[in-house]
């Protein structure tokens, strides 16, 4: 099971939009209404931000917003607020497996 | 409260055998798989396999089968993550999660996170 792709950087400015991709296959992000998002700040632990696509979590800003189409998931950071700089990683269910995408790191210009 | 609390850093050399824990606290132990991700320094998360404490059935990724066991003791809402032979390239962060119960509150995510236990391999 290959890892999911993502890009290794995005960034933005305080307000503005960073939008992050996380490319899989028919038999991961394609095949299945399971991606989940979680964002990793340094010396922590992840934490879900969005599961089965799109929906957020008790307590998660609605800045944070998903998406997919076909193989390809995406995450949307709106308003950008100097917390929101760290790693987010993307996952899938994969059919007894699970597999996570290889991480971007969000800068907050 | 939900809390996954996990056992203290460890260093060891190669060879040696290791368990490390992940005791569950503030729900039903026994109703949640439980997960193992490792995170190598300055990397990426990595799925290692889930067990579900109610009868540990145990999943493993392709990557980690025979690498690694998983086991619980449902006695003391205790899942644990265990090496017979370690490597240097085992030196990584663990981390234990539950998976979410699934129904209204999702499916396939893991909804609760360890603090993570550091491992150290080095002669």
């Known amino acids: 099971q290959s890892a999911l792709t993502q890009p290794p950087s995005a960034s933005g400015s305080p307000g503005q939009s960073v939008t992050i991709s996380c490319t899989g296959t028919?038999?991961?992000?394609?095949?299945?209404?399971?991606v989940s998002w979680y964002q990793q700040h340094p010396g922590k632990a992840p934490k879900v931000i969005i599961y089965?696509?799109?929906k957020r979590p008790s307590g998660v800003p609605d800045r944070f917003s998903g998406s997919k189409s076909g193989n390809t998931a995406s995450l949307t950071v709106s308003g950008l607020q100097a917390e929101d700089e760290a790693d987010y990683y993307c996952?899938?269910?994969?059919?007894?497996?699970?597999?996570f995408g290889t991480g971007t790191k969000v800068t907050v210009l | 409260e939900v809390q996954l609390v996990q056992s203290g850093a460890e260093v060891k050399k190669p060879g040696e055998s290791l368990k490390i824990s992940c005791k569950g606290s503030?729900?039903?132990?026994?109703?949640?798989?439980i997960g193992w991700v490792r995170q190598m320094p300055g990397k990426g998360l990595e799925w290692m396999g889930l067990?579900?404490?109610?009868?540990?059935?145990?999943r493993y990724s392709p990557s980690f089968q025979g690498q690694v066991t998983i086991s619980a003791d449902k006695s003391i809402s205790t899942a644990y993550l265990q090496w017979s032979g370690l490597k240097a390239s085992d030196t990584a962060m663990y981390y234990c999660?539950?998976?979410?119960?699934?129904?209204?509150?999702?499916?396939?995510?893991?909804?609760?996170w360890g603090q993570g236990t550091l491992v150290t391999v080095s002669s």
């Open positions: 067990i579900y404490p109610g009868d540990s059935d145990t």
């Open positions: 028919s038999s991961d992000v394609g095949g299945y209404n399971y």
């Open positions: 089965e696509v799109s």
């Open positions: 503030g729900y039903t132990f026994t109703n949640y798989w």
């Open positions: 999660a539950r998976r979410s119960p699934g129904g209204t509150s999702g499916w396939y995510y893991f909804d609760y």
């Open positions: 996952s899938s269910y994969a059919g007894s497996n699970y597999v």
